[in-house]
């Protein structure tokens, strides 16, 4: 049960961005440029940043929403599944890895992150945009991960819900849906 | 010297980083406005002190002491009297509540899954309501992420409390949409 009352409706973090309306727009704002605004990095790469820092955060409902994004965006789920187990095994390029370690850093502590870390992105091709956002997303998530299990929030276990939440944020962004969420009362 | 290069490598902290990205920049400016100047029942002293005690939890210098300034000023106090946030607050009056909440964001700051159900309980008795916890938890929360921001990217602070003076009073006072 949630530490304060939330809309039953609504688990995990939309009850919270819901109750809270004043400070979820900034985070709802700030998502949406970070993980759907134009950029170098394709949105199924920015959506592994988030899950691999949910995942070492032990966030369970976040893990599993990006994962469900990222999967869609990739077009497979192997990837994914990859990254959190071992960075350096999984399909993705090796400017990718770089940034990933850049991250799983970050989830640590921003002191943390090394001036090699860094060099290895550079030496990969990332610019300093690229390494800028991927430390945005990474601290983001460490916001998100602790909003999410700090208030307890409830973490559905069925698949189905995280396979409609996926498609909702691959298709509608972070933004507030229009709407509202009226709709999804049972 | 920073991890990326800074179009103005003289602004510090997070300051450098807005002025590099300003399309994020709105947004965390906007977030820290409302969680720590917005209306609330909790002080914003109250707030800032605990972004300040998270942040240097944290080992954030530039959070820490920036908001501990904050706090400074919205106290009408002295920006040397924000060293007390280290020490657990042995001058600067805290209420029996704010050391509810304090105990929370300690917890907030380690992991999420750490706050258990007799914290909220002990922050309840001691009158603090469910805007207030929330509230606690999302600032504990934001200064993770804050915090995270700064020092990945290996902004540079200011050592001295001194430089801190006037951005206190202009965080506490101004606000932070403006920077």
Redesign the interface.
């Not at chain 1, 460490?142 to 307890?152: E, I, K, M, P, T």
């Given at each position: 049960m949630p530490?304060?009352?939330l809309p039953s409706h609504l688990p995990g973090i939309t009850g919270?961005l819901e109750?809270?309306q004043?400070?979820a727009?900034?985070?709802r704002?700030?998502t949406q440029?970070?993980l759907r605004?134009d950029s170098t990095l394709s949105q199924g790469e920015r959506e592994l940043v988030a899950t691999v820092v949910s995942h070492n955060?032990?966030?369970t409902f976040c893990t599993t929403a990006h994962t469900a994004a990222a999967d869609l965006l990739l077009g497979e789920s192997v990837t994914c599944e990859m990254v959190k187990k071992d960075i350096d095994a999984a399909p993705v390029s090796s400017k990718m890895k770089a940034l990933l370690k850049?991250a799983k850093?970050?989830q640590q502590?921003?002191?943390a992150?090394t001036?090699e870390a860094?060099s290895i992105a550079k030496a990969e091709g990332a610019t300093?945009?690229e390494?800028?956002d991927t430390?945005?997303i990474?601290?983001?998530f460490?916001?998100?991960?602790?909003?999410?299990?700090?208030?307890?929030s409830v973490t559905p276990t069925n698949p189905e819900f995280y396979e409609y939440l996926g498609e909702r944020i691959v298709n509608h962004g972070y933004n507030r849906l229009p709407q509202g969420y009226d709709h999804l009362k049972k | 010297m920073a991890h990326i290069s800074l179009p103005n490598e003289e602004l510090p902290g997070i300051v450098g980083l807005f002025n590099f990205r300003p399309e994020t920049a709105k947004p965390l400016g906007a977030l820290a406005d409302v969680l720590l100047r917005g209306p609330s029942s909790l002080s914003s002293a109250d707030r800032e002190l605990i972004a300040s005690y998270v942040s240097n939890l944290n080992n954030c210098h530039f959070c820490h002491t920036s908001h501990g300034a904050a706090a400074m000023a919205h106290l009408s106090c002295d920006v040397n009297l924000l060293d007390d946030i280290k020490q657990d607050f042995i001058t600067i009056p805290v209420s029996q509540k704010l050391r509810t909440l304090l105990a929370i964001a300690t917890k907030v700051q380690k992991g999420g899954k750490n706050v258990l159900e007799e914290d909220i309980q002990t922050a309840r008795e001691a009158g603090a309501n469910d805007e207030e916890i929330h509230d606690t938890v999302l600032i504990a929360a934001a200064f993770c992420m804050f915090n995270r921001y700064v020092d990945g990217l290996g902004t540079w602070a200011p050592k001295e409390n001194d430089a801190y003076r006037e951005m206190g009073e202009r965080m506490a006072f101004v606000g932070y949409n403006r920077y």
């Open positions: 530490h304060i009352p919270l109750y809270s004043d400070t727009d900034p985070i704002e700030l440029i970070l605004g955060n032990e966030c850049i850093l970050v502590s921003g002191k992150v001036e860094v300093d945009l390494i800028h430390v945005l990474a601290a983001l460490c916001l998100y991960n602790r909003y999410v299990d700090g208030l307890a | -």
